[in-house]
């Protein structure tokens, strides 16, 4: 059964941070790219951020690019997202996906194993 399972969301005051982990099973982990995508109330969901499994490399929205760093621990199968100088407006619903083909976070249509998200709150 595959599992993408979130964890490490929170309520935190603007200028703090935050470390999100999803834990990854049921498929083959170093083949996959991880993608971390956010929905805000009333608002489309946003990719963010993601890493291929295989090679390491990483790309980042312009919206957290210099806050935001995302990491993988392939032992583990599980993906990190730390988050940096949080701002109100990164409140959201925080969801990782798996994407088979390797892509990057802005090939959304590809990300096929979604988690069940973890609520971040951001106060000012």
């Known amino acids: 059964e595959v599992q993408l399972v979130e964890s490490g969301g929170g309520l935190v005051q603007s200028g703090e941070s935050l470390r999100l982990s999803c834990e990854a099973s049921g498929f083959p982990f170093d083949d996959y790219a991880i993608g971390w995508f956010r929905q805000a109330p009333g608002k489309e969901r946003e990719g963010i951020s993601s890493i291929s499994s295989s090679d390491g490399s990483t790309n980042y929205a312009d919206s957290v690019k210099g806050r935001f760093t995302i990491s993988s621990d392939n032992a583990k199968s599980t993906v990190y997202l730390q988050m940096n100088s949080l701002k109100p407006e990164d409140t959201a619903v925080y969801y990782c996906?798996?994407?088979?083909?390797?892509?990057?976070?802005?090939?959304?249509?590809?990300?096929?194993?979604w988690g069940q998200g973890t609520q971040v709150t951001v106060s000012s």
């Open positions: 996906a798996a994407n088979r083909f390797g892509g990057p976070y802005y090939y959304l249509y590809e990300y096929e194993f």
